[in-house]
């Protein structure tokens, strides 16, 4: 069984900065990743994902705020978000494809007060 954990959630004021981290218990070298948002009353949306191969993508709304990485050596995938803005405000989903499942985090509430 994969288990993520996920870290670096908060309140921050708009035009702030938070790190997302999550942590996967299996090697992710050839796992593709992502991380989603879910505010109140909406689905679930793409936030950015990066591939084995460390190609990147993002929804247009984060773009050049928002960055997405991944360290192989440490099973871990992190999100840097900066110029956070109110509409950032959800609870922040990491997502890891691997051994053909899919798995996801607990959720880590982002709030962004503006």
């Known amino acids: 069984q994969v288990q993520l954990m996920e870290s670096g959630g908060g309140l921050v004021q708009a035009g702030g900065s938070l790190r997302l981290s999550c942590v996967v218990s299996?090697?992710?070298?050839?796992?593709?990743m992502g991380w989603y948002r879910q505010a109140p009353g909406k689905q679930r949306d793409m936030v950015a994902t990066?591939?084995?191969?460390?190609?990147?993508r993002y929804v247009d709304s984060v773009k050049g705020r928002f960055t997405i990485s991944r360290d192989n050596a440490k099973n871990t995938m992190t999100l840097q978000m900066n110029s956070l803005k109110p509409e950032d405000t959800a609870v922040y989903y990491c997502?890891?494809?691997?051994?053909?499942?899919?798995?996801w985090g607990q959720g880590t509430r982002v709030t962004v007060s503006g």
């Open positions: 997502n890891v494809n691997l051994a053909g499942g899919s798995y």
């Open positions: 990066i591939t084995s191969g460390g190609s990147t």
């Open positions: 299996k090697n992710i070298l050839s796992a593709s």
